[in-house]
């Protein structure tokens, strides 16, 4: 394995780069919290949808395809079995209580200095907008995103082995999120889907669990809409310390018991035969990528100072609601 122009080749049957990897992370995501931002206010629903599709993932279809990689590799495009398929659904519906309880954790502790801040994504009012948000936020949410982060993000960083490259792309897709309120639940959420893509092999559990993890938040919320009370309040973010130390207590039973089943699930889960060229992880020395340089993380540096600026501007947000 060779450096080139200061890029790291992760595998001699995966042309993507480290540097270019991270490259397209940082273009992606300073693209999503400027023009994805601006689109959104101009049409939420529309610029959801741009969002996803063009900016998250057109990018990374266009550069494997120039890069000359296989997409199914990359992105895993490899069918799953119903089995594989079940028990993905059930780990997602066990881990959400645990997702839930770890951002309201550290909400308990945002909101000691100050009153969170709402949560900016559309709740449904009617059972129009509730379809409407299911298919956005649930499935076109749920795809781009699997393709870009248990597809490509993966992929590029599979050269540091399995547990590590899992643990890199589950932080940056919850820094990719740049909400200091909902960033803990995100990357255990990453953390998970990371390994289902991992065991399964294909994009096809990953996505089906972002999917029905986003479906359970937009069902919740859209119940809560019409309730006004704690549980609404917990879910836009704007319940005070009682009302999310409660939260905390309720979800964390779920999140004991759920963590628990989930754990005995993931343990049924095989990693299937052929996975190594159906888009799994490489077990060959060929996947041990020597040490990278420091220039290959500048990219994911610089997203994460902009993220670090997001995340003080929301407590300074925070501390002066309470003045």
Known sequence: MLFMEGELDLDRENPLTLLGVNCIYMVTALLLVTLGYYLQMQSIYMGLIVTELVIVMLPVIIYVKWKGADPRRVFRLKGINMRMLRLCILITLCIYPVGLFLNLLGNLVLSMFGELIPVSIPVAENVGEYLVNILVIGLTAGVAEEVFFRGFILKGYEGFGQNKSIMISALLFGMFHFNIQNFIGPVFLGLVLGHMAVKTGSIAAPIAGHFLNNAISVTFMFAAETLSTAPAQIYENTAGVQTLAAGLVFWGIFAAAGGMTAHRLF????????????????????????????GDFIPVIITAVVFMAFCIAEILMIIGSAS
């Open 267 to 294: 343990r049924k889960l095989k990693i299937t035969r052929g996975l190594e060229e159906c888009g799994g992880m490489s077990k060959g020395p060929e996947a041990l990528a020597p040490a990278p340089r420091f």
